[in-house]
């Protein structure tokens, strides 16, 4: 019988044979007892580590066997070109040997935003955008001052209209001709309610972006109206008032400067700020009486623009003094602080024409007797 050091049996009898069996001066039994004993000895499965997941958790070394073998990928999958359900190797460039590709309408969308937003500018400057990300937006600006319009003319034309004229507006960037009705509310009518006596509605043109439209609208607020819907910009231009009935008294507005006129329906007679004996006259140290103007100029006017008579009526001519505040004195006053003005009666009865700017609502008087009266000629808007 042959030996066979590859077949185990073999081995297996020469180790069981008592003593040395030497060849060549080599102990043959025991190279064979020390391959039999690292061929046959036994391994727990903790030993044995799967290289990709670390320790693996099977008890035996069969069921270690067979975890190894259901994470293990298999050759086949790995593929050098695109191939669907397969694993893609990289080059020798270390580069993906394939493109890319995903959903076309995703990728340009990426770009867009889901709702588009409006981007607006508010204060003085105005203008809004709509911008969804997918190109740059330009945005119109309005500047809406009031000097920007050009040979501006508001008059009122009846009890319950005005019209509004201009060469130019900015917010058309042409010329204007506007009318505004008290008696209808809304679009070039009031902003709310309905017209009320001894009250002052201020004027205001009003633009709607998105139509480009342009129109007015009436307020008893005098710096910011109630917008009509899809109005968003506006500019006052002047105000108007009502008399006791809710008429309009008839004025007539050339750019800041507003004059009353004398229509002989509404108006038959200069309005009277102050008439008659008034505080206490002195050349030196007078008693002023305060005359309010709420009810002749709007709370916006810089101006005053006076009309005085000291020959009221007819009878004998007074002394009329006026100033803008009470703390002026008479004129022969020690200290030399005189006022404004001083018409002496004694000079002979005449009228005279005062513009005052206005510190507070109300001018001081001082008179000499009865045929005194102050008349309001209209104001200079703060515009």
């Known amino acids: ?46 030993a ?15 069921e ?9 990928v298999n050759v086949s999958d790995v593929v050098t070109a695109a191939v669907a359900n397969k694993i893609v190797k990289l080059d020798s460039n270390a580069k993906l040997p394939a493109s890319i590709t995903g959903n076309a309408e995703t990728a340009s969308s990426a770009t867009k935003l889901m709702n588009a ?21 330009a945005i119109t600006v309005f500047c809406p001052y009031f000097s920007l319009f050009k040979t501006f003319v508001m008059q009122a034309t009846s009890n319950a209209e005005a019209s509004l004229t201009s060469l130019y507006n900015p917010f058309t960037n042409s010329s204007m001709n506007l009318a505004v009705s008290l008696s209808t509310v809304g679009v070039n009518g009031l902003d ?26 009436a307020s008893t607020n005098a710096s910011c109206p109630t917008l009509p819907l899809g109005y968003t910009q506006y500019c006052r231009m ?26 002989g329906t509404v108006l038959t007679a200069m309005r009277l700020v102050a008439q008659g004996a008034l505080g206490t006259y002195s050349d030196t140290a007078p008693s002023w009486y305060a005359a309010s103007v709420s009810s002749f100029v709007p709370p916006t006017a810089a101006k005053i623009n006076l009309s005085v008579n000291n020959y009221y009526e007819g009878g ?68």
């Not at 080599?26 to 004993?37: F, M």
């Not at 009865?370 to 703060?382: E, F, K, P, R």
């Open 1 to 46: 019988m042959a030996y066979d050091a590859n077949v185990p049996a073999d081995n297996l009898i020469i180790s069981e044979i008592p003593g040395a069996i030497r060849q060549n001066g080599v102990d043959i039994k025991s190279v064979i007892d020390a391959h039999t004993s690292d061929t046959t000895d036994a391994h727990t499965a903790s």
């Open 48 to 62: 044995i580590t799967n290289v990709a997941s670390g320790n693996i958790s099977a008890t035996t070394v069969q």
């Open 64 to 72: 270690a066997v067979n975890e190894l073998d259901t994470e293990k």
């Open 117 to 137: 937003r409006t981007i607006s500018l508010v204060g003085t400057i105005t203008g809004q955008g709509s911008f969804d990300g997918t190109s740059d937006v």
């Open 192 to 217: 709310a309610g309905s017209v009320a006596g001894n009250t002052w509605y201020h004027i205001f043109t009003i633009y709607n972006p998105t139509t480009t439209t342009l129109a007015c609208i």
């Open 238 to 263: 002047g105000s108007l008032y009502t008399n006791a009935s809710g008429s309009l008294y008839r004025t007539i507005q050339r750019g800041r400067s507003t004059q009353y006129v004398l229509d």
């Open 316 to 383: 004998s001519t007074q002394t009329i003094l006026i100033a803008p505040n009470s703390n002026y004195a008479g004129r022969a006053n020690s200290s030399g602080n005189f006022p404004p003005f001083h018409f002496i009666g004694a000079i002979g009865g005449a009228v005279f024409n005062l513009s005052l700017l206005l510190e507070t609502t109300n001018i001081y008087v001082a008179t000499s007797g009865s045929h005194c009266a102050i008349g309001v000629l209209g104001w200079d808007d703060n515009l």
